[in-house]
Structures are given as C-alpha cells and as structure tokens.
C-alpha cells in the first residue's frame, strides 16, 4: 500500500491548510483511515479518523472543532482541513491505513498497518 501526504506548508497562526493523502491502494474493500502528527521530540499523536464509507468520524480533543476528516473513495483520497492554525499544531503529518476490518474507530498508531511518509506543517505565531 503507498500513501502519499501532500498540502503541507507554513501557515499563520489562525489561518488554514487542507492535507491530501492519496493512495493507489485505497480500493475496496475501503479500511478506516486516520491523520497522525509529529512534534520533534514527541511521539506520534493521534489526530483525526474517519471510517471506510466517510459517516463515522473522531478527533482528538486538541484539534477538535478546528480540523475535519474527509475521504473521496472514488479519488483514493483523505483530507485534513485544518482551519484556526496554532504554534502547536506544528509537526508532520501522516496519514495510515488501518487496512483491517474494525468495528470501533482506533487511534492508536499501532493499530495501522500503512504509512505515508508525512509532510510538514509549520504554523508560525
């Protein structure tokens, strides 16, 4: 499975950003799909997931209200618009594939199987 982030960047705080994740093996069956980010010196968080039709989403507490999950089966692709940027929301970002069946949305990071290689956002205050 190959992932693919793009739309990273630099942004002020308060602005926005929308992330891409395409994958050429994104076909059906369709798995959960999720955003992970990485502050240098930290360890992998969980951001954002959204199941296999799109209807079922779930956000970590910190982006909450400001980011949005999204998918387009029919483009093998999720997004991340993330809008009200802060400082702290700096980090890489990567999107994973559970590529399992799963009843429950999962954020944990080991919980999936694909990864892409992340793309770097920086929000400067």
């Known amino acids: 499975v190959q992932l693919e982030e793009s739309g990273g960047g630099l942004a002020h705080a308060g602005g926005s950003l929308r992330l891409s994740c395409a994958g050429s093996?994104?076909?059906?069956?369709?798995?959960?799909m999720a955003w992970f980010r990485q502050a240098p010196g930290k360890g992998r968080e969980f951001v954002a997931v959204v199941n296999w039709s799109g209807s079922r989403t779930d956000y970590s507490d910190s982006v909450k209200g400001r980011f949005t999950i999204s998918r387009d089966n029919a483009e093998k692709t999720v997004f991340l618009l993330m809008n009200s940027l802060k400082s702290e929301d700096t980090a890489v970002y990567y999107c994973?594939?559970?590529?399992?069946?799963?009843?429950?949305?999962?954020?944990?990071?080991?919980?999936?199987?694909?990864w892409g290689h992340g793309t770097q956002v920086t929000v400067s205050s």
């Open positions: 093996a994104i076909t059906e069956p369709f798995y959960d």
């Open positions: 994973a594939d559970a590529a399992t069946i799963t009843t429950q949305l999962v954020t944990v990071p080991s919980w999936y199987n694909y």
